[in-house]
C-alpha cells in the first residue's frame, strides 16, 4: 500500500487544527500562534509557532516599523501553496519564508496611497491588495529586489455601508471565489471581485468578545468549508460564522475569543499541523515531532519531521484517524494499543544531529477539513524506546 494510498485509508472528519499569522505593529515582528492551551492532551502544546523581524539585513528594501493601531497601513497573507509569508507595511511589499528568511521585496505602485490589506489567491500565486476604498489582485514581480506588479484585476471600488468608511483588511475565499473584508467602523462583509456584496453578505462584529472598532484584521479559516472568519480590533481575536455568530472552538482554535498577541495589525490563516501531547523515553529526553509545509490537498512539499531523538538510531513513524488517544499508547517494543488505529508509516534512520523526516504527499482527493495525528517511535543501538509527541494535520484548501 503506497504512503498516500495508506493515509486516505486512515484519513477521518475531526476538528480542524491551524495557526493564525499576525503582525506585531509595535515591533515590526510576524508570529505565528494558536489558540490558548487547555489540556495537555487536547490542545496546542506551544501557543508561539514562530517569531520573526519583517527587517532583514538586506540592500533591498523591506518593510519597516509599523506604526500601531489605529494606524491601519501594514498586513499579512499567507500562501499556503508554497507555504509562505507576505507582508506590507503599506509602501513595500515583501515575500518571506516562514521562518523570516526574506525572498523577495517590491513597492507598492498600484495605489498613491499606502495600502491597509493584503491577501493571497494561493491557486493564482496572485495578491489582493486594498488602500482602503479601492482593491486589485496582482501578480508579484519575479525580480528578488524591485519590480513592478502586474494588475491583473482592478483597481474597482469596494462596497461599503457607511461610506466614507475604509476597509483595513481583504482576504481571499477560495470556496466561493470571493473576498472578506472589514472596516473602520467594526463591520466585517463578503465581497465579489468586481466590488460588489457578496453572496455571505455581512455582520457587525463590534461588541462581540470585545472587540471595539477600527477591526485590523480578517482571516479565512480553509480547513472549513464553508469558511469561518477570524476578525481582530488589534488586541483580541473572535472566530466567526459567515452569518455572524461565533463559530465553534476547534483544536487548533481553542476559544472562539481569544487575546493577540502584541498589537496585531492585520491577520491571515496557515493550515499549519500543530504539535499536541508530550513525549516520553525509556532512557533520557523525549523526541520531538515538527513538520514543514502546510497540509494542502495537491501538495507534495509537506515532511512530518523528527528532532531531538537519539543519533545514529531508528525512527518509526505512525499516523492514526483519532485525535486523541490515552497517555501509553505505544507499548514496548513499539506494539501500537488496541482502539487507536496507529498504522506504520515507514521505518526512519536518523542522522547524526538526531533528525529525520517523512515526504508526505497530501492526495488532491483529500476532503478539506479532514484530520491525521502522526507519532514517532525511536529505537536507539542500546535497544532503548522513546515516544514522541504528536502532530495534528488538518487538510485546508488554497
Known amino acids: 500500500m503506497t504512503r498516500s494510498l495508506l493515509l486516505l485509508v486512515l484519513f477521518a472528519a475531526l476538528p480542524s487544527a491551524q495557526s493564525l499569522v499576525g503582525l506585531d505593529a509595535s515591533g515590526s515582528l510576524v508570529y505565528e500562534l494558536t489558540g490558548p492551551k487547555r489540556q495537555i492532551w487536547n490542545g496546542p502544546t506551544a501557543r508561539i509557532l514562530e517569531l520573526w523581524p519583517t527587517v532583514t539585513m538586506s540592500a533591498c528594501p523591506t518593510p519597516i516599523a509599523f506604526a500601531p493601531p489605529p494606524s491601519l497601513f501594514g498586513d499579512v497573507a499567507v500562501d499556503g501553496k508554497l507555504d509562505r509569508v507576505w507582508v506590507t507595511d ?232 483519532h485525535a486523541v488517544c490515552p497517555l501509553g499508547t505505544f507499548e514496548l517494543m513499539a506494539l501500537p494499543r488496541l482502539g487507536c488505529d496507529w498504522g506504520p508509516v515507514g521505518l526512519y534512520f536518523v542522522d547524526s544531529e538526531g533528525r529525520a523526516s517523512s515526504p508526505q504527499s497530501v492526495p488532491a482527493s483529500f476532503p478539506t477539513g479532514r484530520q491525521m495525528v502522526f507519532h514517532w517511535v525511536v529505537m536507539d543501538a542500546s535497544l532503548q524506546y522513546a515516544w514522541s509527541d504528536r502532530l495534528m494535520v488538518t487538510a485546508g484548501g488554497i
Open 90 to 321: 503599506g509602501a513595500t511589499i515583501a515575500e518571506y519564508e516562514p521562518d523570516g528568511t526574506l525572498l523577495r521585496a517590491f513597492p507598492q505602485l498600484v495605489f498613491a496611497t499606502p495600502i491597509s490589506g493584503l491577501g493571497m489567491d494561493a491557486e493564482l500565486g496572485e495578491l489582493w491588495i486594498t488602500d482602503g476604498f479601492q482593491a486589485a489582485r496582482i501578480l508579484p514581480p519575479t525580480e528578488a529586489c524591485g519590480g513592478v506588479a502586474t494588475v491583473t484585476v482592478g483597481p474597482l471600488t469596494l462596497f461599503s455601508t457607511a461610506p466614507p468608511n475604509p476597509a483595513t483588511d481583504i482576504e481571499w475565499d477560495p470556496y466561493t471565489s470571493s473576498l472578506w473584508v472589514c472596516d473602520t467602523l467594526g463591520n466585517v462583509g463578503n465581497l465579489n471581485t468586481d466590488g460588489s456584496l457578496g453572496p455571505e453578505g455581512g455582520f457587525v462584529a463590534t461588541g462581540v468578545c470585545g472587540l471595539t472598532p477600527p477591526l485590523t484584521g480578517v482571516a479565512v479559516d480553509v480547513t472549513r468549508s464553508p469558511v469561518r472568519i477570524f476578525v481582530t480590533d488589534g488586541t483580541r481575536i473572535a472566530y466567526f460564522e459567515p452569518n455572524g455568530t461565533l463559530a465553534e472552538p476547534t483544536f487548533g482554535t481553542t476559544s472562539e475569543c481569544q487575546a493577540a498577541t502584541g498589537e496585531m495589525l492585520g491577520l491571515a490563516f496557515a493550515s499549519r499541523a500543530v504539535a499536541f501531547g508530550v513525549g516520553s523515553s525509556t532512557s533520557g529526553a523525549p523526541p520531538a515531532i515538527h513538520s514543514s509545509g502546510q497540509a494542502i490537498p495537491g501538495n507534495g512539499n509537506f515532511f512530518v519531521e523528527l528532532r531531538k531523538a537519539a543519533p545514529i538510531s531508528l525512527a518509526t513513524l505512525y499516523v492514526s484517524p
